[in-house]
């Protein structure tokens, strides 16, 4: 079944919520969500009972071309991101194929971007809850954050800030993120996965 263009995409950035867990990498779906809501100028507020901050705006050039965009931050923490967002899901009646979780992935090298449509959830909590909400059927926009090294374990890896080496490139990688939600949105997976999959 095909989505009308006119449909709403809804753009969820994973991550936990509150200052301690800000730099993490775990957190780098709330940055590229944050440049988002930046780019349209917008701000994020409490969505009513939904337990998230929302942004509502436009992406891509004026006029027809351009998209409706909910931007959304889970405040749920990550392993219970599917509740909010399939929430938000239904009050705005967006088609699970225009939903986009942007989140980190461990088995991809720092800053390497791959975009999917469906898919399993690679052990990664956010998209298992997002999975078990509303099904696998949604884009994925995948930043790659490595592996541990050594014998460190992944939580606590992925609960670390970034690096002083990654904080020094992170803004950059950060931006193509954004760059790639924004292409996924108005032109496609296909040419979206083309500029982007590294």
């Known amino acids: 079944m095909t989505t009308p263009a006119s449909a709403p995409w809804l753009i969820a950035g994973l991550g936990n919520p509150g200052p301690e867990y800000a730099m993490n990498r775990h957190n780098v779906g709330f940055m590229v969500a944050d440049l988002l809501a930046e780019r349209i100028g917008g701000k994020f507020k409490r969505a009513g009972k939904a337990q998230a901050q929302v942004v509502e705006g436009r992406i891509g050039p004026a006029g027809p071309a351009s998209r409706r965009v909910i931007l959304v931050k889970p405040l749920s923490f990550m392993n219970l991101s ?3 967002v399939n929430a938000l899901r239904d009050f705005y009646k967006v088609p699970v194929g225009n939903i986009v979780a942007v989140h980190d992935e461990l088995d991809i090298d720092y800053g390497t971007l791959r975009l999917k ?3 399993g959830d690679n052990g990664h909590n956010g998209l298992k809850s997002m999975t078990k909400a509303m099904g ?3 884009h994925r926009v995948r930043f ?3 592996r541990p090294p050594g014998r460190m374990q992944v939580a606590d890896f992925v609960l670390k800030d970034f690096s002083s ?9 950060v931006d193509r ?5 924004e292409c996924l949105v108005t032109e496609g997976l296909e040419r979206a996965q083309g500029a982007y999959n590294s």
Not at 165 to 173: C, V, W
Not at 177 to 181: E, I, M
């Open 136 to 138: 696998p059927d949604y």
């Open 82 to 84: 599917g509740g909010p």
């Open 144 to 146: 790659g954050i490595g």
């Open 177 to 181: 993120a954004a760059d790639a939600v």
């Open 165 to 173: 080496a990654e904080r020094k490139e992170l803004d950059y990688f």
């Open 117 to 119: 449509l469906g898919g």
